[in-house]
């Protein structure tokens, strides 16, 4: 089944403790993204991946961090995070350039709450 | 600046009702456009996409949009709502030349009354 895998689905965590939220895609998609949903903000780009080891800021990379070294994989970093932080992620991909079809594919979202 | 504008923040409508879901965008050149629907507790689908040609397109789920380029929007219809059709919907856009670069709107919440 083409899927796209966020890890964990619910952390509660305190200020300054790293975390790292997994994203993995089966569907040899070029492109990845993560972004953070807010209540009235919609949902706003973290960062984004075009293909492996090529990585871009989007609106709010503040705080954040990503890699890409593989083609199915891109972790979401939090290396110091604060309270402003809290929110529900999604990770997302789609085809590259070339095949672009404009569907974009959800994980379910990783709720964080940080204390 | 350039946006995506989602000006209901929620909608009800009665089970049986016709629903319009507005959005407009201003972006240079026309972009891709786009709506999602997420429901509760789930991550993002697509509804329907325009890229260019018939101004009116079809998605799934019974929705369709109509693209008028004069008034720059991109408005979610469907004559006939059923009460599972309750959730978020989203507009998007990924403006021409951006490749991938998707920007949403903030989202409508829609309520169905019995």
């Known amino acids: 089944e083409a899927q796209v895998t966020q890890n964990p689905r619910y952390l509660i965590t305190v200020t300054g403790k790293k975390l790292t939220v997994t994203c993995s895609q089966n569907m040899n998609h070029e492109y990845m993204s993560w972004y953070r949903q807010d209540p009235g903000l919609g949902l706003r780009q973290i960062y984004y991946s075009m293909n492996v080891e090529v990585t871009d800021k989007g609106d709010v990379p503040e705080g954040y961090k990503v890699s890409r070294k593989e083609k199915r994989n891109f972790p979401l970093i939090l290396e110091s995070p604060s309270p402003n932080q809290t929110s529900l992620y999604f990770c997302?991909?789609?085809?590259?350039?070339?095949?672009?079809?404009?569907?974009?594919?959800f994980g379910e979202g990783s709720r964080l709450t940080v204390l | 600046a350039q946006s995506v504008t989602q000006p209901d923040i929620h909608i009800t409508v009665s089970e049986g009702a016709s629903l319009e879901l507005r959005c407009n965008y201003s972006y240079g050149a026309t972009p891709y456009l786009f709506w999602y629907v997420q429901s509760p507790g789930q991550g993002l689908q697509l509804l329907l996409k325009y890229f260019s040609g018939d101004t009116l397109v079809q998605g799934i789920k019974g929705f369709e949009a109509e693209f008028k380029r004069s008034q720059s929007s991109f408005n979610l219809r469907k004559p006939s709502v059923h009460w599972s059709d309750a959730a978020e919907y989203f507009c998007a856009v990924v403006p021409t030349g951006t490749g991938n670069q998707f920007y949403f709107g903030t989202g409508t919440s829609l309520t169905v009354i019995p």
């Open positions: 997302a991909s789609s085809l590259g350039r070339e095949g672009f079809t404009g569907e974009l594919f």
